[in-house]
């Protein structure tokens, strides 16, 4: 069993930065990777960005490149995403989610990508 878990939302004005955190804990290989996802009120789930454990390759929503950053920790049971000059529309509560590579052509930016998810973490951004 895996477990995930997100911390670091809040509120903030726009142009600040806010970083959140997600814990991976459980039976875990160096094959596996992290992803965030946000969902704002009234809209569907969506990829915000997300990093493989073993080469640490990331990826990126083309609305958030430049100003988010996907990163892990050392042990690789620690991932944040770094956001800087947040706007409004980044209100949502965003979601971490791990999986383990189930091919050799694997994807990282859908919903059905994922095995495991967190309960999510709120950030608000006022104008």
């Known amino acids: 069993q895996v477990q995930v878990e997100e911390s670091g939302g809040g509120l903030v004005q726009a142009g600040g930065s806010l970083r959140l955190s997600c814990s991976v804990r459980?039976?875990?290989?160096?094959?596996?990777?992290t992803g965030w996802f946000r969902q704002a009120p009234g809209n569907g789930r969506e990829f915000v960005a997300s990093?493989?454990?073993?080469?640490?390759?990331?990826s990126y929503a083309d609305s958030v490149r430049d100003r988010f950053t996907i990163s892990r920790d050392d042990v690789k049971t620690s991932f944040y995403l770094q956001m800087n000059n947040l706007k409004p529309g980044d209100t949502a509560v965003y979601f971490c989610?791990?999986?383990?590579?189930?091919?050799?052509?694997?994807?990282?930016?859908?919903?059905?990508?994922?095995?495991?998810w967190g309960q999510g973490a709120q950030v608000t951004v006022s104008s």
């Open positions: 989610a791990a999986s383990p590579i189930r091919s050799v052509y694997y994807s990282t930016k859908t919903i059905e990508d994922y095995q495991y």
């Open positions: 990093i493989t454990w073993s080469r640490g390759r990331t």
């Open positions: 459980g039976r875990t290989t160096s094959s596996w990777y």
